[in-house]
């Protein structure tokens, strides 16, 4: 056994005072420990969880690039189609094929009703026919129609008939490349 510690007298008691005793105290350090080591654990937990949703977000991230990346292809592959075709040739090639001409002299109305311009009325230039050639179907007694100014052979009552008509392949179509879009 130990001998009991001598009383302390004057700046040696005071400082005694202060200080916590020198006894066993591991009650008092139990919650303090658990608690460092829940903080320490919540603070991991967070750190894990946040890591997930970062991750999470960067792979949404990537997929929403790719696919606007194959929308802007897309939209550049349908305004290339788009200008192809609205170029003033292919717009006044489509025209004669439906059977349409350029307009004669316009007139134009003034803000006060008067008309200014003398109208004339639109005609078909006159084109060179092609020379018929004998389709296999047809017997070599019949006539051979030829085109009419509108690209269909007439019927009986003197109007375009639509199933007398053959379609011509388009050489313009053929040149031209296929649209091009992403498959889906």
Avoid: H, W, Y
Avoid at 148 to 174: F, L, M, N, Y
Wanted: aromatic share 2%; glycine share 8%.
């Amino acid at each position: 056994m130990s001998k009991p510690a001598a009383p302390l007298k004057g700046r040696a008691a005071r400082l005694a005072r202060l200080m916590p005793s020198t006894g066993p105290s591991t009650a008092a350090r139990t919650p303090f420990v658990l608690l460092v080591v829940l903080l320490l654990g919540g603070g991991l937990i967070t750190l894990l969880l946040l890591n997930s949703a970062l991750n999470e977000g960067s792979f949404r991230l990537s997929e929403l690039k790719r696919d606007t990346t194959e929308l802007t292809d897309e939209q550049q592959a349908l305004q290339r189609d788009v200008d192809s075709r609205s170029q003033p040739d292919a717009l006044e090639k489509r025209a004669r094929e439906l059977g349409m001409v350029p307009g004669g002299s316009p007139a134009f109305l003034n803000a006060d009703g008067t008309v200014r311009g003398r109208p004339t009325e639109a005609t078909a230039p006159p084109s060179p026919s092609p020379s018929p050639t004998p389709s296999p179907t047809a017997s070599p007694d019949a006539p051979a129609a030829g085109p009419s100014a509108s690209g269909t052979s007439a019927g009986p009552s003197g109007s375009p008939s639509p199933s007398a008509s053959v379609p011509q392949p388009d050489p313009a179509a053929e040149n031209s490349p296929p649209p091009t879009s992403p498959g889906r």
